[in-house]
Each structure stands twice: as structure tokens, then as C-alpha cells.
């Protein structure tokens, strides 16, 4: 059967046109004007967008369902529009292993409702001591790349030997970016006048870009692929576009929070603002739109962190760091940058669909003879993000109240329409 999603906004070729898209089974078939099929979605005034692909997501599964699971997690991703999403390898045991790999895919396929792929650990259980078996986890489709998110590969040498082997294997190192040599014990947030006045130990900008300073020049002595996760800071937004210039394989990510927020947002030390990195400056926040908008920062990700409330109702300096984030990141980015012409329209749509596809190298965009994976916005209409509407398990947000446009009415996947 073909289904023509009639005269929506179409994001295609990088412009929103007027357009109809016809599927057929999986696939779509044609893109044009005036399009019949035997079904028709009638997509006046909405947007018809390809689905929106997470490069960084928590699914807490397995080893910690009591944050979020498979299912319940990209359930709240569908919901944000997504069809394609890439876990992180710190689960319990952690990503880094054939067997852990193995019992990961079928997880997926029993629970999650659109495309989840993972990155294998760079080293085992995370510790920085000792490298995984790149090739081995490669072999698997599941697997876009080595990440140790959730620390940073502390040694040189260790993310040396990390690089060439993902160069080897044809893949890439997804880093976070974390000198513990710059933290102190107890850091929580960014390291300011809240910082101060509120006596809470800061995390400082070094801490973030020194790794990414370090491994930038690396990967350029190296030549392998090299993607730095949610970056916070004025001086890795700077040391990017530096290797960007280069035309080096390197690239990097922004996530919703730190275009929006800063610590000065930080409302009664709410743990719900405490997340790693921390909400930064208004300098750095302003260096990252700038980053999206000259095309050094790429994709927006989202860090979609998922704790259980009693985790987040310890006080600020011991509660776990991390916010949800993928049900709600293209609405709050469309409505607090979009709409406020702090970025444009399709900016925002390139770096969360087909330049994330391009890093990880996803077969994924609005064009004949790809799959049907899209999603259908109205930018229209306002909600309000409660702890009602919110379907992840977790509800650990600073973004509750607060009001955004742009719900999903439809997603599809493969060609499977779902009205939401
Ligand atoms: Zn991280």
C-alpha cells in the first residue's frame, strides 16, 4: 500500500518546501508535487521531517532498570521524534564485550520502538586500563563506534592506542571529554559566582577542554575519526573549528540544556540543573550557538540521562549528574532558539538528522529509495512538559512547567505510520 503524506513542510535537500512524500511499504518512493496514494496523511502546516537521530543516549539497560529500560526509554525517544538512537556503553555489565553485545541485541529487539544502535566501551568496564577487542565489537551492526562515556580516557597513551585502533577498524571514538586532574572532590556545577556563593565546589572549563585539546591534535596525528560528546565550553568550541579548518574527520555535539541554560538558571541548587558537563556561562553558551551556526558544532544531541527521583532528591553536590532529555529536545530547541532567532529552523534540523547520520555513517535521510523513517511535527501546537506527559521512566528534567510548540503527531518507522 502507498501512503502520500500530503502537503506538509517537507525538510528536504536542506529546505523546508512545500511537498508531498509518497511510501511505499518501507521505503520512500517518490517526493513531489501533487502525489496521490491509496492512503493519505493530510500534513497541511506541519512539519515533515526525517526522524531525528541521538548520538548520545543513557538507556540504563542493563544493570540499572530502576532509571529507565530499553522499552521505557526510546518510548520517550519516539515520542521526541527520534527513530534513531545510539546508546552508551556504561551499562552494568558495561558495552565492551562479544557477550554483553550479544545479550544487548536481543534486548533491543524484544523492547525498543525505533532504530538503537550502541557504542562498544574503548576500554574495559570503563577503567582506562585496558583496551576492548575492537575488532570483535566492530563486527557487530549494532555497534556505531568506542565510547567510555560517562569518564574520560584519562592517559594519552591509552587514547592514542584507542584511536588507531578505531582507524583500523574503519571506526571512531566518541570521546567524553574529562581531565580528573582539574576536578576537585565534590565538584558539582560549573565553576562561578553561584559556584562560590553558594559554597559548592566548580568544575572548571580545563577539565573539559584539555581532553579535547589533547585528543583533537592526537586524531590529527593519527587520521582516524573523532567525535567529541556534549561539549560545554568556549575553548573546545575554538580547538574544533581550529581541526575543522583542516578538513579533518573530527566532529562534535551540542546538547539542548547548554544552549538554553546557564548556571546562573540554577533554581534552588535543584539537582534536576546538575549534569556532566555542568550548565556553563553565558560566554560559553554563546559560543556553541555560534559553533552550530558556522558548522564547527554538528549535531544535537541530547545526553538523555534517566535517574530514579530518589537519586535526584539527594542534595545537589551528592546526587547522580545527568537529565532526561530526548522526548523534549527538539521542542525546547525550537522554542527557546528557533523561535527566539538565536538559530534557524533548518540548522536545527541538519544537526539532528542528517549530520549525525553522516558521523556514525546511518544510511538515513529524506530521499527516494531510503527508508521511510520520518516524523511529523506540529510547530503550532504549545504544551507543557508535566510529570504526567513524560514518558520516559525518569523524570529528572529542569525543563518540568515549562511550556514549548512542537509535538509529534506522527512517526514512522520502516514505513509503519503511528499516530501519537
Ligand atoms: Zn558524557
Do not use: W
Not at 594519552?156 to 583500523?168: C, D, I, P, R, W
Not at 566548580?202 to 592526537?218: F, K, P, T, V
Amino acid at each position: 500500500m502507498k501512503t502520500v503524506l500530503k502537503n506538509g513542510n517537507v525538510f528536504y535537500q536542506n529546505k523546508i518546501q512545500k511537498l508531498d512524500v509518497e511510501i511505499d511499504g518501507e521505503t520512500i518512493s517518490r517526493i513531489g508535487k501533487e502525489l496521490d496514494g491509496d492512503n493519505v496523511i493530510d500534513c497541511t502546516d506541519l512539519l515533515v521531517t526525517p526522524g531525528f537521530v541521538d548520538l548520545h543516549v543513557h538507556l540504563r539497560e542493563p544493570g540499572f532498570e530502576h532509571k529507565g529500560t530499553i522499552k521505557t526509554e526510546t518510548l520517550s525517544a519516539k515520542y521526541g521524534g527520534y527513530t534513531h538512537i545510539v546508546a552508551m556503553a556504561n551499562t552494568n555489565p558495561c558495552m565492551d564485550d562479544k557477550e554483553t553485545i550479544e545479550d544487548f541485541i536481543q534486548r533491543v529487539k524484544k523492547d525498543s520502538s525505533i532504530h538503537t544502535y550502541t557504542y562498544s566501551a574503548i576500554t574495559k568496564d570503563l577503567k582506562g586500563q585496558e583496551l576492548v577487542n575492537f575488532k570483535e565489537n566492530n563486527a557487530f551492526d549494532i555497534v556505531q563506534g568506542f565510547s567510555d562515556d560517562g569518564k574520560g580516557v584519562q592517559s594519552k597513551e591509552m587514547m592514542e592506542k584507542a584511536m588507531k585502533e578505531a582507524k583500523a577498524n574503519k571506526s571512531i571514538i566518541v570521546a567524553h571529554c574529562e581531565d580528573e586532574g582539574e576536578l576537585e572532590k565534590g565538584a558539582c556545577i560549573n565553576l562561578g559566582r553561584v559556584s562560590k556563593e553558594n559554597g559548592l565546589v566548580g568544575i572548571n572549563n580545563a577539565s573539559e577542554y584539555n581532553h579535547a585539546l589533547r585528543d583533537l591534535q592526537l586524531s590529527k596525528e593519527i587520521g582516524n575519526r573523532y567525535h567529541i560528546c556534549h561539549i560545554s565550553t568556549k575553548e573546545t568550541v575554538a580547538g574544533l573549528r581550529e581541526y575543522r579548518k583542516q578538513g579533518l574527520p573530527v566532529s562534535g555535539e551540542a546538547c539542548p540544556h547548554h544552549l538554553i541554560l546557564t548556571d546562573e538558571n540554577i533554581k534552588n541548587l535543584n539537582p534536576n540543573y546538575k549534569m556532566n558537563p555542568p550548565l556553563r556561562s553565558k560566554e560559553d553558551l554563546d559560543a556553541l550557538i555560534e559553533g552550530l551556526k558556522d558548522g564547527t558544532v554538528t549535531c544535537i544531541s541530547t545526553d538523555h540521562a534517566p535517574h530514579s527521583d530518589e537519586e535526584k532528591l539527594k542534595p545537589i553536590d551528592q546526587a547522580p549528574f545527568g537529565i532526561i532529555g530526548n522526548q523534549h529536545a527538539f521542542s525546547l530547541v525550537y522554542t527557546y532558539l528557533v523561535k527566539k532567532n538565536l538559530l534557524d529552523l533548518e540548522t536545527v534540523l541538519k544537526c539532528m538528522t542528517i549530520n549525525p547520520s553522516q558521523v556514525i555513517g546511518l544510511d538515513h535521510d529524506m530521499a527516494v529509495g531510503k527508508k521511510a523513517n520520518i516524523a511529523i511535527i506540529d510547530l503550532n501546537e504549545e504544551y507543557t512538559i508535566t510529570r504526567d506527559n513524560i514518558y520516559s521512566k525518569a523524570k529528572n528534567t529542569p525543563f518540568l512547567d515549562t511550556k514549548c510548540f512542537g509535538l509529534v503527531k506522527y512517526h514512522i518507522l520502516d514505513g509503519k505510520i503511528e499516530k501519537l
